[in-house]
């Protein structure tokens, strides 16, 4: 899959969830590996698609709206 192809499912699945994902749930659903979400959602942060908290050492990815 290409990286336009990482960034929009990653996009699509926080559009489409209720709630906040940490990196981990996001890896799992989409069946990527963690480090490969991690680094998109670094990136997608950057151009202030969606933004983030933590909650002890995991991250909770949400849309910015």
């Known amino acids: 899959m290409t990286n336009r192809g ?3 499912s990653v996009l ?3 559009h489409d969830s209720a ?3 940490s990196t981990l749930d996001i890896a799992n659903k ?3 590996a963690w480090h490969t ?3 998109h959602c670094l990136k997608l942060q ?3 698609k969606i933004d983030c ?4 050492k995991a991250t909770a990815w949400y849309e910015k709206r």
């Open 30 to 32: 989409l069946h990527f």
């Open 46 to 48: 950057l151009k202030q």
């Open 19 to 21: 709630k906040p994902l």
């Open 12 to 14: 699509k699945l926080l």
């Open 53 to 56: 908290f933590t909650i002890g």
């Open 37 to 39: 979400v991690d680094r």
């Open 6 to 8: 990482v960034d929009n």
